[in-house]
């Protein structure tokens, strides 16, 4: 079946530039989640949605990221007034709850360079 | 905190050599440990999962690995390297009971010489 799939692949924007990735999760699958993958950082948690209860925020750097997943479905993570720190792949993944044992299936990321 | 900790950052073999990548964790009740592997612009794919069943797990592509709670460890292995098998390599922790995103290693580039 179809797996996570996120738009654009790539994103080039300029510093300050507002700019929205989306990301859309296996179909049935319950929890969402976000993460940033850089150089000087791996791979680091942002953010995660589970069913209807308020999502964990508890991993974005600062108060120009935020999320919203729609009707349980896709997730849109929205980054203002961009850095060039903010350069970095975001990855999503899903899987079918938010248990620690549940595999959570990737998607391809979205390169974001800003220059 | 949750922590994973993989000791080599670049490991090189030649093909049709074992392949050993080394992880540790920080000690906690009940981990569950992942592998996961990304090649050059792929996402990440699931390589193999440990969640408390047997302690010697076995995964895709002729991959294994083995928990070991005296050494808190979980090294993965393979009997013999294929070029194909180039990529990154990353350790991964969530713990029972705390929030389910996953705590990753920094991650081992493998390398595979002809």
């Known amino acids: 079946g179809a797996g996570v799939s996120q738009s654009p692949s790539n994103k080039v924007t300029e510093k300050g530039k507002d700019v929205e990735l989306r990301c859309d999760p296996i179909?049935?699958?319950?929890?969402l989640y976000w993460y940033r993958q850089s150089l000087g950082q791996g791979l680091e948690f942002l953010i995660y949605?589970?069913?209807?209860?308020?999502?964990?925020k508890s991993g974005l750097p600062s108060d120009r990221f935020s999320a919203e997943r729609t009707g349980g479905s896709v997730s849109t993570l929205t980054i203002q007034r961009t850095q060039q720190e903010d350069s970095a792949v975001y990855l999503c993944?899903?899987?079918?709850?938010?248990?620690?044992?549940?595999?959570?299936?990737f998607g391809p990321g979205t390169r974001l360079l800003v220059l | 905190a949750q922590s994973v900790t993989q000791l080599d950052s670049h490991v090189s073999v030649s093909e049709g050599t074992p392949v050993l990548l080394r992880c540790n964790y920080s000690?906690?009740?009940?981990?569950?440990l992942f592998w996961y592997v990304q090649h050059p612009n792929k996402g990440l794919q699931l390589l193999l999962k440990y969640t408390s069943a047997a302690t010697l797990v076995k995964g895709i592509n002729g991959f294994e690995a083995e928990f070991k709670k005296s050494e808190t460890s979980f090294h993965l292995t393979k009997p013999s390297a294929h070029m194909s098998d180039a990529a990154e390599y990353f350790c991964?922790?969530?713990?029972?009971?705390?929030?389910?995103?996953?705590?990753f290693g920094k991650g081992t580039r493998l390398s595979v010489i002809a």
């Open positions: 949605f589970q069913g209807n209860s308020a999502p964990d």
């Open positions: 000690s906690s009740y009940s981990p569950s």
């Open positions: 179909s049935g699958h319950t929890a």
């Open positions: 993944a899903s899987s079918t709850r938010a248990r620690e044992r549940e595999t959570q299936y």
């Open positions: 991964v922790v969530t713990y029972q009971g705390g929030n389910t995103p996953l705590v």
